[in-house]
Nanobody, 124 residues
Framework: QVQLVESGGGLVQAGGSLRLSCVAS????????MGWFRQAPGKEREFVGC????????YYADSVKGRFTISRDNVKNTVYLQMNSLKPEDTAVYYC?????????????????WGQGTQVTVSS
């Protein structure tokens, strides 16, 4: 099991940027592929993007492709979500998640461990 703690959320105007961080502790971070998900009020949790264990590959939801970038630092045990050109519809609680079994995964059931989430609010 790995423990995950997200940070970096906040309030930003439309068109602005935020960078979320997710720090892992417990088992070796490089054993895990990582994903980012989000959940807006009254909506189901949705996939944002993911990165493989080495950081060499990423995959994004169409809704964020070209605006969001995921990266990781296996020395710092941290995965990042750089969010640019933010829109009001990006408002949600953002969660990072970890999986041992997959390199890239877009289904939330593929992930075993989850952080507590960080709120991102984009004003128009």
């Amino acid at each position: 099991q790995v423990q995950l703690v997200e940070s970096g959320g906040g309030l930003v105007q439309a068109g602005g940027s935020l960078r979320l961080s997710c720090v892992a502790s417990g088992r070796p971070f490089s054993m895990y592929a990582m994903g980012w998900f989000r959940q807006a009020p009254g909506k189901e949790r949705e996939f944002v993007g993911c990165i493989n264990k080495s950081g060499s590959s990423t995959y994004y939801a169409d809704s964020v492709k070209g605006r969001f970038t995921i990266s990781r630092d296996n020395v710092k045990n941290t995965v990042y979500l750089q969010m640019n050109s933010l829109k009001p519809e990006d408002t949600a609680v953002y969660y990072c998640a970890a999986t041992l079994l997959y390199e890239l995964a877009y289904r939330d059931r593929s992930y075993n461990d989850w952080g507590q989430g960080t709120q991102v609010t984009v004003s128009s």
